[in-house]
């Protein structure tokens, strides 16, 4: 190959959209006036640029309704679609409530009860 040629060359990496790779493929040969080479899940874009591609991308993504994922430029000549991570949602702990005062647990001295200690309805 011309050493030019493959630098203005373009690779899509497209492995993690997993079952949706096929109809984004359909879809940048929809939009692009070019040759698409595709090998697997990479897609090589000879005149289309980085920003353009992904563009197309957030515009597929958007279409199909995929949350989620995200589309790295990682250099000139390499865009890769991430999926989000999943991060795991910690259980919410059972806090316990404040401890009642001691005037408040001994229900037979209840006339002795200081007073400004207001207790909260039930």
């Given at each position: 190959m011309d050493p030019i040629k493959s630098?203005?060359?373009l690779t899509v990496d497209l492995k993690e959209l997993k079952k949706n790779v096929r109809p984004a493929v359909e879809y940048l040969r929809s939009r692009l006036h070019e040759p698409i080479d595709v090998k697997g899940s990479q897609v090589?874009?000879?005149?289309?640029?980085?920003r353009a591609a992904k563009l197309l991308l957030h515009k597929f993504l958007r279409q199909?309704?995929?949350?989620?994922?995200?589309?790295?430029?990682?250099?000139?000549?390499?865009?890769?679609?991430h999926a989000s991570e999943k991060v795991k949602e910690r259980p919410a702990r059972a806090t316990q409530g404040a401890k009642p005062s001691a005037w408040e647990t001994i229900?037979?001295?209840?006339?002795?009860?200081?007073p400004r200690i207001i207790r909260p309805g039930k």
């Amino acid at each position: 190959m011309d050493p030019i040629k493959s630098e203005s060359m373009l690779t899509v990496d497209l492995k993690e959209l997993k079952k949706n790779v096929r109809p984004a493929v359909e879809y940048l040969r929809s939009r692009l006036h070019e040759p698409i080479d595709v090998k697997g899940s990479q897609v090589r874009l000879t005149r289309t640029n980085a920003r353009a591609a992904k563009l197309l991308l957030h515009k597929f993504l958007r279409q199909l309704r995929l949350e989620g994922f995200r589309i790295l430029v990682v250099h000139s000549g390499l865009i890769e679609v991430h999926a989000s991570e999943k991060v795991k949602e910690r259980p919410a702990r059972a806090t316990q409530g404040a401890k009642p005062s001691a005037w408040e647990t001994i229900s037979d001295l209840w006339y002795l009860t200081p007073p400004r200690i207001i207790r909260p309805g039930k």
